[in-house]
C-alpha cells in the first residue's frame, strides 16, 4: 500500500492549509489513518489520527480546536484541515495507515507511510 500526501506549502501565521493522504490500493481496508509532523533537529510527533471503525479522532493537545481530520470512507482517504497555523507548527508531515488494532498515538505502530509534505508558518 502506497500513501500519497499532498497539501503543504508556505503560509503566514493565522493562515490555513489542508493536507490529503489516499491509499493506493482500493481494497485496502485500514484501521486508522494518522498524521506525523518532523520539526528540524526533533523526533516524529503524533498530530492527529482517525479511526476507521467507529469514526473516533485522536489530537495531539498542541493543535486541538486548530487542527481537523476527517476520511473518506470511499476513497480511503484522510484530510488535515490546519488552521489558526503557528511557526512552531512548522514541519515536514507524515501520513500513515495500519490495518490492523494499533495505538495510534505511537508512530512505531503503523505499518504504512507516506512521503513527508513541507508546511511552512511564517511569522
Known amino acids: 500500500v502506497q500513501l500519497q500526501a499532498s497539501g503543504g506549502g508556505l503560509v503566514q501565521a493565522g493562515g490555513s492549509l489542508r493536507l490529503s493522504c489516499a491509499a493506493s490500493?482500493?481494497?485496502?481496508?485500514?484501521?486508522?489513518m494518522g498524521w506525523f509532523r518532523q520539526a528540524p533537529g526533533r523526533g516524529r510527533q503524533f498530530v492527529a489520527a482517525?479511526?476507521?471503525?467507529?469514526?473516533?479522532?485522536y489530537y495531539e493537545d498542541s493543535v486541538k480546536g486548530r487542527f481537523t481530520i476527517s476520511k473518506d470512507n470511499s476513497k480511503n482517504t484522510v484530510y488535515l484541515q490546519m488552521d489558526s497555523l503557528k511557526p512552531e507548527d512548522t514541519a515536514v508531515y507524515y501520513c500513515?495507515?495500519?490495518?490492523?488494532?494499533?495505538?495510534?498515538?505511537?508512530?512505531?505502530?503503523?505499518?504504512?507511510w507516506g512521503k513527508g509534505t513541507l508546511v511552512t508558518v511564517s511569522s
Open positions: 500513515a495507515a495500519s490495518s490492523y488494532r494499533i495505538p495510534v498515538r505511537d508512530n512505531n505502530a503503523y505499518k504504512y
Open positions: 482517525a479511526n476507521w471503525p467507529n469514526d473516533f479522532t
Open positions: 490500493r482500493a481494497t485496502f481496508r485500514p484501521y486508522a
